[in-house]
């Protein structure tokens, strides 16, 4: 019994963790865009660096955010089964 209550528990902290990780994730995508304005005519004027390097960052929270849902679904394919 301990141990449904246990896997319930990070169950709940691994789903707030993932929200926070797709919080950031959406102001990381808002900062992209900002950065690299589609209606800018001049290629030069464009913020690269500042996009490229949010998307690195954006790119490590897509990576955390995936292993995370993968633990999400075993856990609750676990508790599917008790």
Do not use: F
Request: one cysteine or more; hydrophobic letters at 45%.
């Amino acid at each position: 019994m301990s141990e449904i209550l246990l896997l319930k528990g990070r169950l709940s902290l691994l789903k707030e963790e993932l929200k926070q990780l797709e919080l950031k994730a959406d102001n990381y995508i808002i900062t992209i865009r900002e950065k690299l304005d589609p209606y800018e005519d001049d290629l030069c004027a464009l913020d690269i660096t500042h996009a490229l390097s949010a998307m690195n960052d954006l790119k490590k929270v897509w990576l955390e955010a995936k292993e995370k849902k993968e633990k999400i679904l075993i856990i609750e394919k676990e508790l599917a089964y008790v």
